[in-house]
Protein backbone atom coordinates (compact mmCIF):
# COMPACT_ATOMS: atom_id res chain seq x y z
CA UNK A 1 0.00 0.00 0.00
CA UNK A 2 1.56 3.37 -0.78
CA UNK A 3 1.12 5.81 2.08
CA UNK A 4 0.66 9.52 0.71
CA UNK A 5 2.39 10.77 3.84
CA UNK A 6 5.53 9.43 2.59
CA UNK A 7 4.96 10.58 -0.51
CA UNK A 8 4.48 14.16 0.11
CA UNK A 9 6.02 14.96 4.11
CA UNK A 10 4.68 18.33 5.29
CA UNK A 11 6.45 21.13 7.17
CA UNK A 12 6.02 23.73 8.92
CA UNK A 13 7.30 27.22 8.80
CA UNK A 14 9.71 26.40 11.68
CA UNK A 15 10.97 23.15 9.83
CA UNK A 16 14.11 25.55 9.38
CA UNK A 17 14.77 26.20 12.45
CA UNK A 18 14.48 22.90 13.90
CA UNK A 19 16.87 21.68 11.56
CA UNK A 20 19.00 24.38 12.59
CA UNK A 21 19.07 23.55 15.94
CA UNK A 22 19.91 19.93 15.19
CA UNK A 23 16.54 18.23 16.04
CA UNK A 24 15.78 14.31 15.26
CA UNK A 25 13.46 14.69 13.38
CA UNK A 26 10.47 11.77 12.69
CA UNK A 27 7.21 11.78 10.31
CA UNK A 28 4.24 12.89 12.80
CA UNK A 29 0.89 12.08 10.55
CA UNK A 30 2.42 13.39 7.27
CA UNK A 31 4.59 15.72 9.01
CA UNK A 32 8.46 16.33 9.65
CA UNK A 33 8.51 17.46 13.19
CA UNK A 34 10.94 17.53 16.17
CA UNK A 35 10.63 14.56 18.34
CA UNK A 36 13.77 16.18 20.38
CA UNK A 37 16.77 18.26 20.30
CA UNK A 38 19.65 15.91 21.08
CA UNK A 39 21.68 19.75 21.41
CA UNK A 40 20.34 20.82 24.39
CA UNK A 41 19.54 18.01 26.33
CA UNK A 42 16.94 15.85 24.98
CA UNK A 43 13.92 14.62 25.69
CA UNK A 44 13.90 14.20 29.46
CA UNK A 45 15.90 17.29 29.45
CA UNK A 46 13.20 19.21 27.54
CA UNK A 47 10.23 16.94 30.08
CA UNK A 48 11.87 18.60 33.26
CA UNK A 49 11.85 22.05 31.73
CA UNK A 50 8.39 21.89 31.64
CA UNK A 51 7.87 20.77 34.64
CA UNK A 52 10.51 22.91 36.66
CA UNK A 53 10.65 26.24 34.63
CA UNK A 54 9.38 26.74 30.87
CA UNK A 55 9.73 25.16 27.10
CA UNK A 56 8.48 26.11 23.72
CA UNK A 57 7.06 23.78 21.30
CA UNK A 58 6.28 24.02 17.08
CA UNK A 59 2.80 22.71 17.62
CA UNK A 60 1.61 23.85 13.73
CA UNK A 61 1.12 20.94 12.51
CA UNK A 62 -2.27 21.07 14.40
CA UNK A 63 -5.28 22.05 12.31
CA UNK A 64 -7.93 24.79 12.52
CA UNK A 65 -11.23 24.82 11.86
CA UNK A 66 -13.68 27.87 11.79
CA UNK A 67 -17.25 27.48 12.22
CA UNK A 68 -19.66 30.72 11.97
CA UNK A 69 -22.53 32.93 10.95
CA UNK A 70 -22.18 36.42 9.95
CA UNK A 71 -25.52 37.31 11.34
CA UNK A 72 -25.17 35.46 14.47
CA UNK A 73 -28.49 33.68 13.15
CA UNK A 74 -27.60 30.97 15.95
CA UNK A 75 -26.68 28.27 13.37
CA UNK A 76 -22.87 28.41 14.22
CA UNK A 77 -23.62 27.26 17.45
CA UNK A 78 -26.23 24.88 16.35
CA UNK A 79 -23.33 23.34 14.21
CA UNK A 80 -21.22 23.35 16.45
CA UNK A 81 -23.57 21.71 19.28
CA UNK A 82 -24.46 18.39 16.66
CA UNK A 83 -20.88 18.00 15.47
CA UNK A 84 -19.39 17.92 19.41
CA UNK A 85 -20.11 16.29 22.54
CA UNK A 86 -18.74 18.77 25.02
CA UNK A 87 -21.95 21.79 25.59
CA UNK A 88 -20.42 24.83 23.64
CA UNK A 89 -23.64 27.06 24.86
CA UNK A 90 -22.11 27.44 27.89
CA UNK A 91 -18.91 29.16 26.61
CA UNK A 92 -18.74 32.46 26.84
CA UNK A 93 -16.88 34.44 24.20
CA UNK A 94 -12.97 34.22 24.82
CA UNK A 95 -13.62 31.43 26.70
CA UNK A 96 -12.72 26.90 25.50
CA UNK A 97 -13.33 23.65 26.12
CA UNK A 98 -12.06 20.50 25.93
CA UNK A 99 -14.36 18.79 23.59
CA UNK A 100 -14.99 16.03 20.82
CA UNK A 101 -15.92 14.86 17.30
CA UNK A 102 -18.24 11.29 17.43
CA UNK A 103 -19.07 8.94 15.05
CA UNK A 104 -22.77 8.08 14.99
CA UNK A 105 -21.27 4.58 16.90
CA UNK A 106 -19.89 6.84 19.88
CA UNK A 107 -16.17 6.74 18.81
CA UNK A 108 -13.61 9.39 18.10
CA UNK A 109 -13.45 11.16 14.86
CA UNK A 110 -11.25 13.22 16.62
CA UNK A 111 -10.80 15.06 20.05
CA UNK A 112 -10.54 19.00 19.33
CA UNK A 113 -10.73 22.53 21.72
CA UNK A 114 -13.37 24.52 21.09
CA UNK A 115 -13.01 28.02 21.34
CA UNK A 116 -15.77 30.38 21.23
CA UNK A 117 -14.67 33.48 19.39
CA UNK A 118 -18.17 35.71 19.00
CA UNK A 119 -21.38 34.76 19.71
CA UNK A 120 -21.96 32.48 16.85
CA UNK A 121 -18.12 32.36 15.73
CA UNK A 122 -15.97 29.45 16.45
CA UNK A 123 -12.62 27.55 16.31
CA UNK A 124 -12.22 23.64 16.69
CA UNK A 125 -8.61 22.90 17.17
CA UNK A 126 -7.57 19.33 16.09
CA UNK A 127 -5.04 16.70 15.64
CA UNK A 128 -2.15 16.87 12.74
CA UNK A 129 -2.51 13.13 11.73
CA UNK A 130 -6.61 13.61 11.40
CA UNK A 131 -7.04 17.38 9.73
CA UNK A 132 -8.11 16.10 6.33
CA UNK A 133 -10.55 13.70 7.37
CA UNK A 134 -11.74 15.88 10.24
CA UNK A 135 -12.14 18.77 7.82
CA UNK A 136 -14.23 16.43 5.68
CA UNK A 137 -16.57 15.51 8.35
CA UNK A 138 -17.02 18.74 9.46
CA UNK A 139 -17.90 19.92 5.95
CA UNK A 140 -20.45 16.58 5.59
CA UNK A 141 -21.90 17.08 8.74
CA UNK A 142 -22.61 20.81 8.89
CA UNK A 143 -24.65 20.57 5.31
CA UNK A 144 -27.91 20.82 7.26
CA UNK A 145 -26.98 24.03 9.02
CA UNK A 146 -26.72 27.78 7.37
CA UNK A 147 -23.08 28.29 8.69
CA UNK A 148 -19.52 29.19 6.84
CA UNK A 149 -16.91 26.50 7.41
CA UNK A 150 -13.31 27.63 7.00
CA UNK A 151 -10.05 25.32 6.63
CA UNK A 152 -7.46 27.45 8.43
CA UNK A 153 -5.15 25.19 9.33
CA UNK A 154 -2.71 26.76 7.00
CA UNK A 155 -2.52 30.21 7.95
CA UNK A 156 -1.21 29.85 11.63
CA UNK A 157 2.06 29.06 12.89
CA UNK A 158 1.00 27.78 16.45
CA UNK A 159 3.33 27.98 19.39
CA UNK A 160 2.43 26.49 23.10
CA UNK A 161 5.05 27.90 25.66
CA UNK A 162 4.38 25.81 28.68
CA UNK A 163 5.68 25.21 31.78
CA UNK A 164 5.42 27.40 35.02
CA UNK A 165 7.21 30.26 33.99
CA UNK A 166 5.23 30.17 30.87
CA UNK A 167 3.37 33.08 31.64
CA UNK A 168 6.86 34.90 32.48
CA UNK A 169 8.03 34.67 29.07
CA UNK A 170 4.73 34.97 27.81
CA UNK A 171 4.38 38.52 29.65
CA UNK A 172 7.17 39.97 28.59
CA UNK A 173 6.28 39.50 24.85
CA UNK A 174 2.18 40.39 25.24
CA UNK A 175 0.84 42.96 25.52
CA UNK A 176 -2.89 41.90 27.41
CA UNK A 177 -2.50 41.09 30.85
CA UNK A 178 -1.68 37.30 31.20
CA UNK A 179 -2.33 36.89 34.68
CA UNK A 180 -6.06 37.50 34.03
CA UNK A 181 -6.73 35.12 31.85
CA UNK A 182 -8.31 31.75 33.39
CA UNK A 183 -6.94 28.25 32.14
CA UNK A 184 -8.81 27.69 29.19
CA UNK A 185 -9.80 31.02 28.43
CA UNK A 186 -8.25 33.07 25.43
CA UNK A 187 -7.85 36.31 24.61
CA UNK A 188 -6.51 38.76 21.04
CA UNK A 189 -4.08 41.15 21.44
CA UNK A 190 -0.43 42.00 20.37
CA UNK A 191 2.32 40.16 20.97
CA UNK A 192 5.83 40.24 19.65
CA UNK A 193 4.73 43.60 17.65
CA UNK A 194 1.88 41.46 15.82
CA UNK A 195 -1.38 42.84 16.04
CA UNK A 196 -4.75 40.94 17.55
CA UNK A 197 -3.23 37.61 18.01
CA UNK A 198 -4.95 34.66 19.45
CA UNK A 199 -3.58 33.59 22.71
CA UNK A 200 -4.88 30.89 24.87
CA UNK A 201 -4.01 29.38 28.05
CA UNK A 202 -4.77 25.94 26.81
CA UNK A 203 -1.94 23.25 26.24
CA UNK A 204 -1.18 19.32 26.12
CA UNK A 205 1.69 19.03 29.04
CA UNK A 206 -0.54 19.20 32.46
CA UNK A 207 1.45 22.51 33.32
CA UNK A 208 0.28 25.79 33.03
CA UNK A 209 0.91 27.30 29.58
CA UNK A 210 -0.24 29.46 27.07
CA UNK A 211 -1.01 28.59 23.04
CA UNK A 212 -0.44 31.43 20.53
CA UNK A 213 -1.29 32.05 17.03
CA UNK A 214 0.70 33.82 14.73
CA UNK A 215 0.28 34.58 11.10
CA UNK A 216 2.27 30.90 8.91
CA UNK A 217 4.72 32.55 6.97
CA UNK A 218 8.38 31.89 7.99
CA UNK A 219 9.87 35.39 8.61
CA UNK A 220 7.05 35.90 10.89
CA UNK A 221 6.93 32.63 12.10
CA UNK A 222 10.99 32.59 12.45
CA UNK A 223 10.83 36.30 14.09
CA UNK A 224 8.24 35.11 16.63
CA UNK A 225 10.35 31.82 17.87
CA UNK A 226 13.63 34.05 17.92
CA UNK A 227 11.71 36.16 20.35
CA UNK A 228 10.31 33.63 22.35
CA UNK A 229 13.56 32.11 22.85
CA UNK A 230 15.63 35.12 23.64
CA UNK A 231 12.92 36.62 26.11
CA UNK A 232 13.18 32.77 27.88
CA UNK A 233 16.50 32.81 28.19
CA UNK A 234 16.38 34.34 31.67
CA UNK A 235 14.11 30.97 32.71
CA UNK A 236 15.60 28.91 31.14
CA UNK A 237 13.78 28.16 28.17
CA UNK A 238 14.35 25.06 25.65
CA UNK A 239 12.96 24.34 22.52
CA UNK A 240 10.61 21.12 23.52
CA UNK A 241 9.83 17.99 20.89
CA UNK A 242 6.66 15.50 20.49
CA UNK A 243 9.09 12.97 22.40
CA UNK A 244 8.74 15.28 25.17
CA UNK A 245 5.13 16.58 24.39
CA UNK A 246 3.98 12.57 24.37
CA UNK A 247 5.53 11.98 27.97
CA UNK A 248 3.91 14.97 30.07
CA UNK A 249 0.47 14.52 28.00
CA UNK A 250 0.88 10.73 29.55
CA UNK A 251 1.95 12.11 32.96
CA UNK A 252 -1.32 14.44 32.67
CA UNK A 253 -3.61 11.08 31.21
CA UNK A 254 -4.21 13.42 28.40
CA UNK A 255 -5.35 11.04 25.59
CA UNK A 256 -3.38 11.23 22.32
CA UNK A 257 -5.58 10.29 19.20
CA UNK A 258 -5.16 6.24 17.76
CA UNK A 259 -3.69 5.24 21.33
CA UNK A 260 -6.69 6.57 24.38
CA UNK A 261 -9.01 7.46 21.61
CA UNK A 262 -10.07 6.63 18.03
CA UNK A 263 -12.79 5.43 15.42
CA UNK A 264 -12.86 2.01 17.87
CA UNK A 265 -12.96 3.24 21.33
CA UNK A 266 -16.06 5.18 22.26
CA UNK A 267 -16.41 7.81 24.77
CA UNK A 268 -16.82 5.96 27.61
CA UNK A 269 -14.20 3.49 27.48
CA UNK A 270 -11.48 6.26 26.65
CA UNK A 271 -12.93 7.65 30.60
CA UNK A 272 -14.34 11.32 29.02
CA UNK A 273 -17.67 11.24 30.47
CA UNK A 274 -16.95 14.43 32.06
CA UNK A 275 -16.65 16.13 28.75
CA UNK A 276 -20.18 14.23 26.92
CA UNK A 277 -23.01 16.39 27.73
CA UNK A 278 -25.66 14.25 26.33
CA UNK A 279 -28.51 15.89 28.28
CA UNK A 280 -27.73 19.12 25.81
CA UNK A 281 -29.87 17.61 23.39
CA UNK A 282 -29.11 15.11 20.26
CA UNK A 283 -25.63 15.19 18.85
CA UNK A 284 -23.63 12.64 15.92
CA UNK A 285 -22.29 9.76 18.54
CA UNK A 286 -25.44 10.95 21.08
CA UNK A 287 -27.40 7.73 20.96
CA UNK A 288 -25.09 5.26 20.37
CA UNK A 289 -23.74 6.49 23.48
CA UNK A 290 -27.07 6.35 25.53
CA UNK A 291 -27.47 2.83 24.40
CA UNK A 292 -23.76 2.09 25.23
CA UNK A 293 -24.32 3.35 28.69
CA UNK A 294 -27.20 1.45 29.35
CA UNK A 295 -25.35 -1.99 28.11
CA UNK A 296 -22.70 -1.23 30.47
CA UNK A 297 -18.81 -0.66 30.46
CA UNK A 298 -17.25 -3.66 28.68
CA UNK A 299 -13.43 -2.40 29.40
CA UNK A 300 -12.34 0.74 30.85
CA UNK A 301 -9.01 2.88 30.96
CA UNK A 302 -7.00 2.81 33.74
CA UNK A 303 -3.31 3.92 34.68
CA UNK A 304 -0.76 1.22 35.57
CA UNK A 305 2.85 1.64 37.37
CA UNK A 306 5.25 -1.25 36.53
CA UNK A 307 6.07 -3.04 39.34
CA UNK A 308 8.60 -5.57 37.90
CA UNK A 309 11.58 -4.31 35.47
CA UNK A 310 10.53 -3.16 32.07
CA UNK A 311 7.91 -0.64 30.10
CA UNK A 312 4.94 -1.28 28.76
CA UNK A 313 4.88 0.08 25.16
CA UNK A 314 1.38 0.99 23.31
CA UNK A 315 -0.02 -2.93 21.71
CA UNK A 316 1.41 -4.55 24.45
CA UNK A 317 -1.26 -7.10 25.86
CA UNK A 318 -2.28 -7.15 29.21
CA UNK A 319 -3.22 -10.55 31.53
CA UNK A 320 -4.46 -11.63 34.71
CA UNK A 321 -3.13 -13.61 37.40
CA UNK A 322 -4.16 -17.04 35.54
CA UNK A 323 -3.02 -15.58 32.47
CA UNK A 324 -6.20 -14.94 30.65
CA UNK A 325 -5.47 -11.88 28.26
CA UNK A 326 -7.65 -9.37 29.63
CA UNK A 327 -6.64 -5.90 27.46
CA UNK A 328 -3.82 -3.96 26.10
CA UNK A 329 -1.31 -1.07 27.06
CA UNK A 330 -2.47 2.13 24.50
CA UNK A 331 0.40 4.11 26.13
CA UNK A 332 3.24 3.65 28.00
CA UNK A 333 6.72 5.00 29.07
CA UNK A 334 9.24 5.87 31.91
CA UNK A 335 8.15 8.68 33.39
CA UNK A 336 10.57 11.09 33.72
CA UNK A 337 8.90 13.44 36.57
CA UNK A 338 7.84 9.92 38.92
CA UNK A 339 10.98 8.05 38.01
CA UNK A 340 8.53 5.17 37.21
CA UNK A 341 7.08 3.44 34.36
CA UNK A 342 3.56 4.27 33.70
CA UNK A 343 0.83 3.43 31.32
CA UNK A 344 -2.42 3.19 30.52
CA UNK A 345 -4.46 0.05 29.65
CA UNK A 346 -7.91 -0.75 29.03
CA UNK A 347 -8.94 -3.55 30.82
CA UNK A 348 -12.76 -5.49 32.01
CA UNK A 349 -14.27 -2.90 34.89
CA UNK A 350 -13.44 -5.72 37.27
CA UNK A 351 -9.83 -5.53 36.73
CA UNK A 352 -9.73 -1.68 36.99
CA UNK A 353 -9.80 -1.19 40.99
CA UNK A 354 -6.80 0.94 42.09
CA UNK A 355 -4.25 -1.63 43.31
CA UNK A 356 -5.32 -4.78 41.23
CA UNK A 357 -2.43 -6.46 39.70
CA UNK A 358 -2.02 -6.48 35.78
CA UNK A 359 0.43 -8.63 34.09
CA UNK A 360 1.99 -6.84 31.04
CA UNK A 361 3.14 -8.70 28.62
CA UNK A 362 6.55 -7.38 27.85
CA UNK A 363 8.20 -9.75 24.87
CA UNK A 364 7.20 -12.77 25.98
CA UNK A 365 7.57 -11.91 30.01
CA UNK A 366 4.95 -11.45 31.87
CA UNK A 367 5.54 -8.82 33.83
CA UNK A 368 3.79 -7.71 36.87
CA UNK A 369 1.91 -3.78 37.25
CA UNK A 370 -0.53 -2.53 39.62
CA UNK A 371 -3.57 -0.27 38.59
CA UNK A 372 -2.86 3.48 40.06
CA UNK A 373 -4.78 6.46 40.25
CA UNK A 374 -4.89 9.17 37.19
CA UNK A 375 -3.36 11.39 36.44
CA UNK A 376 0.53 10.41 37.49
CA UNK A 377 1.09 14.01 37.42
CA UNK A 378 -1.27 17.16 38.78
CA UNK A 379 0.28 20.10 39.15
CA UNK A 380 -0.42 22.73 42.25
CA UNK A 381 -2.91 24.91 40.84
CA UNK A 382 -1.99 28.83 40.94
CA UNK A 383 -3.93 30.35 38.46
CA UNK A 384 -7.44 30.82 39.53
CA UNK A 385 -10.06 28.31 38.94
CA UNK A 386 -9.89 25.66 36.47
CA UNK A 387 -12.72 26.53 34.41
CA UNK A 388 -11.97 24.26 31.34
CA UNK A 389 -14.97 21.69 31.98
CA UNK B 1 33.13 9.34 16.02
CA UNK B 2 34.95 6.87 14.06
CA UNK B 3 34.47 3.54 13.82
CA UNK B 4 36.90 1.32 14.32
CA UNK B 5 38.41 -0.37 10.90
CA UNK B 6 38.64 -3.46 13.19
CA UNK B 7 35.03 -4.63 14.17
CA UNK B 8 32.55 -5.93 11.33
CA UNK B 9 29.09 -3.95 11.26
CA UNK B 10 25.97 -5.03 9.87
CA UNK B 11 23.25 -3.06 8.16
CA UNK B 12 21.41 -3.23 11.64
CA UNK B 13 24.12 -0.95 13.37
CA UNK B 14 25.40 -3.33 15.36
CA UNK B 15 28.96 -4.41 15.73
CA UNK B 16 31.55 -7.25 16.85
CA UNK B 17 34.99 -7.45 16.90
CA UNK B 18 36.01 -10.94 17.24
CA UNK B 19 39.11 -12.48 17.87
CA UNK B 20 39.32 -16.01 16.88
CA UNK B 21 36.03 -17.75 17.35
CA UNK B 22 35.27 -15.40 20.80
CA UNK B 23 33.87 -11.51 19.58
CA UNK B 24 32.52 -8.60 21.41
CA UNK B 25 28.86 -7.38 20.33
CA UNK B 26 27.99 -3.50 20.48
CA UNK B 27 25.62 -1.32 18.96
CA UNK B 28 27.19 1.60 16.38
CA UNK B 29 27.34 5.11 17.47
CA UNK B 30 24.76 5.80 15.01
CA UNK B 31 22.68 3.61 16.23
CA UNK B 32 22.94 4.88 19.72
CA UNK B 33 22.74 8.30 18.32
CA UNK B 34 19.44 7.32 16.65
CA UNK B 35 17.76 5.97 19.34
CA UNK B 36 18.62 8.61 21.88
CA UNK B 37 19.26 7.92 25.67
CA UNK B 38 18.74 4.82 26.43
CA UNK B 39 17.07 3.97 30.03
CA UNK B 40 16.42 0.31 29.67
CA UNK B 41 18.89 -2.59 28.26
CA UNK B 42 17.40 -6.67 28.02
CA UNK B 43 20.39 -8.93 27.04
CA UNK B 44 20.30 -12.90 27.25
CA UNK B 45 21.73 -14.96 29.18
CA UNK B 46 25.07 -16.36 29.68
CA UNK B 47 24.73 -20.10 27.77
CA UNK B 48 21.83 -18.68 25.52
CA UNK B 49 22.14 -19.06 21.63
CA UNK B 50 22.00 -16.64 19.34
CA UNK B 51 21.11 -16.62 16.22
CA UNK B 52 22.78 -13.98 12.89
CA UNK B 53 20.09 -11.76 11.91
CA UNK B 54 18.01 -12.77 14.99
CA UNK B 55 16.88 -10.72 18.05
CA UNK B 56 19.18 -11.03 20.70
CA UNK B 57 17.75 -8.00 23.49
CA UNK B 58 16.23 -5.28 23.42
CA UNK B 59 17.33 -1.29 24.07
CA UNK B 60 14.84 1.17 24.85
CA UNK B 61 14.97 4.45 25.08
CA UNK B 62 11.69 7.13 26.89
CA UNK B 63 10.16 7.01 23.51
CA UNK B 64 10.44 3.38 22.11
CA UNK B 65 12.31 0.00 22.55
CA UNK B 66 14.51 -1.52 20.01
CA UNK B 67 15.32 -4.89 19.05
CA UNK B 68 18.81 -5.61 19.20
CA UNK B 69 19.74 -8.07 16.20
CA UNK B 70 22.75 -10.86 16.55
CA UNK B 71 25.36 -10.22 13.81
CA UNK B 72 26.62 -13.64 14.22
CA UNK B 73 25.42 -17.35 15.65
CA UNK B 74 27.24 -18.56 18.42
CA UNK B 75 26.77 -19.29 22.38
CA UNK B 76 26.91 -16.26 25.11
CA UNK B 77 29.55 -16.67 27.38
CA UNK B 78 29.38 -13.12 28.79
CA UNK B 79 26.75 -10.21 29.61
CA UNK B 80 27.83 -6.45 30.06
CA UNK B 81 25.93 -6.36 33.49
CA UNK B 82 27.09 -2.67 34.46
CA UNK B 83 24.55 -1.74 31.67
CA UNK B 84 21.40 -3.20 33.90
CA UNK B 85 22.20 -0.19 36.38
CA UNK B 86 23.61 2.50 33.66
CA UNK B 87 22.03 1.96 29.81
CA UNK B 88 23.53 5.60 29.30
CA UNK B 89 26.91 3.63 28.95
CA UNK B 90 25.69 2.81 25.36
CA UNK B 91 25.48 6.34 25.05
CA UNK B 92 28.79 7.69 25.95
CA UNK B 93 30.94 4.63 24.93
CA UNK B 94 29.39 2.61 21.99
CA UNK B 95 32.28 1.23 21.17
CA UNK B 96 33.73 0.83 24.41
CA UNK B 97 32.51 0.51 27.99
CA UNK B 98 29.19 0.20 26.38
CA UNK B 99 30.14 -3.27 25.40
CA UNK B 100 26.47 -5.76 25.10
CA UNK B 101 27.76 -9.35 25.43
CA UNK B 102 30.66 -11.85 24.34
CA UNK B 103 29.79 -14.82 22.15
CA UNK B 104 31.58 -17.84 21.05
CA UNK B 105 31.23 -18.07 17.31
CA UNK B 106 29.68 -21.12 15.79
CA UNK B 107 30.61 -20.25 12.18
CA UNK B 108 33.05 -17.71 11.71
CA UNK B 109 32.48 -17.57 8.21
CA UNK B 110 29.51 -15.62 9.59
CA UNK B 111 31.70 -12.71 9.57
CA UNK B 112 32.47 -12.15 5.63
CA UNK B 113 28.84 -11.06 5.27
CA UNK B 114 29.61 -8.29 7.47
CA UNK B 115 31.11 -4.55 6.35
CA UNK B 116 34.14 -3.49 8.18
CA UNK B 117 34.78 -0.05 8.92
CA UNK B 118 34.98 1.85 5.47
CA UNK B 119 32.08 0.21 4.25
CA UNK B 120 30.11 0.56 6.96
CA UNK B 121 30.85 4.28 6.89
CA UNK B 122 30.35 4.20 2.94
CA UNK B 123 26.67 2.78 3.61
CA UNK B 124 25.82 5.40 6.44
CA UNK B 125 26.55 8.22 4.01
CA UNK B 126 23.60 6.87 1.52
CA UNK B 127 20.73 9.11 0.95
CA UNK B 128 18.69 6.14 1.47
CA UNK B 129 19.93 5.81 5.26
CA UNK B 130 18.92 9.04 6.58
CA UNK B 131 14.75 7.98 8.38
CA UNK B 132 14.98 4.28 7.17
CA UNK B 133 15.28 3.15 10.68
Redesign the interface.
Known sequence: MVDSSELKIRKTALNGVHRAMGAKMVNFGGWDMPVEYPATGGLVAEHKAVRGGVGIFDVSHMGDIRIYNERSSGAGLAAVQHITMNDASHLAIGQAQYSAMLYPAGTFVDDVIVHRLGEDDFLLVINAGTREKDVNWVLENTKAFDCTVENLSDSYTQLAIQGPRAIDVAQKLARPNLSALKNYWFTHGEVCGLQNVLIARTGYTGEDGFEIYVPSDVKTSEDVWAKVMDAGREFGIVPCGLGARNTLRLEARMSLYGHEISENINVWEAGLARFCKIEKGDFVGSDALKKEKAEGLKRTLVGIEMIDRGIARDGYGCSNEAGEPIGVVTSGSPSPTLGKNIGLAFVPPAMAGLGATIYVDIRGQKCKSRVVPTPFYKREKTAGPNLEK | MTYPAGYRYTKDHEWIEAKGDLGTIGLTDYAQ??L??L??V?LPKVGDAVEAGKPLG?V??????SDIYAPVSGEVLEVNGSLKDAPEKINSDPHGAGWLIKVRLKNLAELKALMDGPAYEAYLALPEQE?SH
Open positions: SKGDVFETESVKAAG
